[in-house]
């Protein structure tokens, strides 16, 4: 399998941050950066550069972004109703807690 090209500053980005750092640390080195900037006193080189490794940063960040809504979506994926004769939309199959708990929970608020 070959490795995907580099994208720009993909070299400077792994020497700021290791390959395994989390979303919250990318977002932090991204202030950073965004700090640098806002002060306004770079040179134009400087400038692109810090703008550069921005881009890396927030292209890194939704990567991990992406990861995280497929995970989730794996998860929930055998969360969803299945829509059968016996049941009306949004009713669920199965509960989590066993077949008995919403009975007894659903008694429970109704002595009330």
Do not use: I, K
């Not at 640390?25 to 810090?50: K, M, T, Y």
């Not at 881009?55 to 969360?79: F, I, P």
């Not at 829509?83 to 009330?112: C, I, M, Q, T």
């Amino acid at each position: 399998m070959s490795t995907p090209p580099q994208r720009p500053n993909d070299e400077w980005l792994a020497d700021v941050v290791p390959p395994d750092a989390g979303y919250e640390d990318l977002v932090a080195v991204l202030n950073e950066v965004v700090e640098r900037l806002e002060q306004g006193d770079l040179s134009l080189d400087q400038a692109l550069q810090e703008y550069e490794r921005g881009v890396a940063l927030v292209r890194r960040c939704n990567d991990l972004l992406d990861q995280a809504e497929l995970r989730v979506s794996e998860l929930s994926s055998g969360l969803t109703p299945s829509h059968d004769a016996d049941r009306g939309p949004g009713e669920r199959p199965l509960s989590l807690f066993g077949d008995d708990f919403d009975d007894e929970f659903d008694d429970e608020f109704e002595d009330e």
